[in-house]
């Protein structure tokens, strides 16, 4: 089946720095990656959708300015969560959806972002 | 997204079938139904998917009500690592590029 990495799985960084996390899919190619936060005991929420080479949409309360989704080619997204504050500590989850297989969502691991 | 209505949680023992419901009365003709799983700490995976048939596949069968307004979710053998959430989707045909919307999903504790 079609493989979504994530890197990295966690990490702990000091309030205002900045921390980039990668999305990769790994034997497919991806032209729509999406991105999904997740507080405890919560569901996912969808942050944003990008497609390779365009601008990303994010959805309705997300600041674009604070988190920079890239989606330079048809296998890596990035997000970067700039000046991090604690409330920005959660789990980061991406999707993939390709081109050959139909609409079907593919998820990665997740990334627990830790802000101290 | 047509909405689904899922049990917050519910148990099951070690080696028992397990069969988690959902509804979605409001269905549409074009909307298929969607099942994935969360596993502690991971992100979500793929279980099932059907439209009118009931389906079957090597993680678990999906039985879907003859008026399609709802659906029931069947681990013939709950195993430990079946302890996750479960979420219940619905997806129209013709807006299935969008992102997966999640609602709660139900949280199975498997006891051994």
């Known amino acids: 089946g079609a493989v979504v990495s994530q890197h990295p799985s966690r990490v702990i960084c000091k309030s205002g720095t900045s921390v980039k996390i990668e999305c990769r899919s790994l034997?497919?190619?991806?032209?729509?990656m999406f991105w999904y936060r997740q507080f405890p005991k919560q569901s996912l929420m969808l942050m944003a959708t990008s497609n390779e080479g365009s601008k990303a949409t994010y959805e309705q309360g997300v600041e674009k300015d604070k988190f920079l989704i890239n989606h330079a080619s048809l296998t890596l997204s990035t997000l970067t969560v700039t000046s991090a504050h604690p409330e920005d500590s959660s789990f980061y989850i991406c999707s993939a959806r390709g081109t050959s297989r139909s609409n079907e969502q593919f998820f990665g691991p997740g990334t627990r972002l830790t802000v101290l | 997204d047509a909405k689904t209505t899922q049990p917050n949680s519910m148990e099951s023992n070690e080696e028992e079938p397990v069969h988690l419901p959902c509804n979605h009365s409001t269905i549409s003709g074009t909307d298929y139904i969607h099942w994935y799983r969360q596993l502690p700490s991971q992100g979500p995976e793929y279980v099932i998917h059907g439209l009118t048939s009931n389906v079957n596949n090597r993680m678990a069968s999906l039985a879907i009500a003859e008026d399609r307004k709802s659906s029931t979710l069947i681990l013939h053998r709950a195993t430990l690592r079946d302890a996750a959430v479960y979420y219940c989707?619905?997806?129209?045909?013709?807006?299935?590029?969008?992102?997966?919307?999640f609602g709660s999903g139900t949280r199975l504790q498997v006891q051994p």
């Open positions: 989707i619905l997806r129209d045909i013709d807006t299935g590029r969008r992102a997966l919307t």
């Open positions: 034997d497919f190619q991806a032209t729509t």
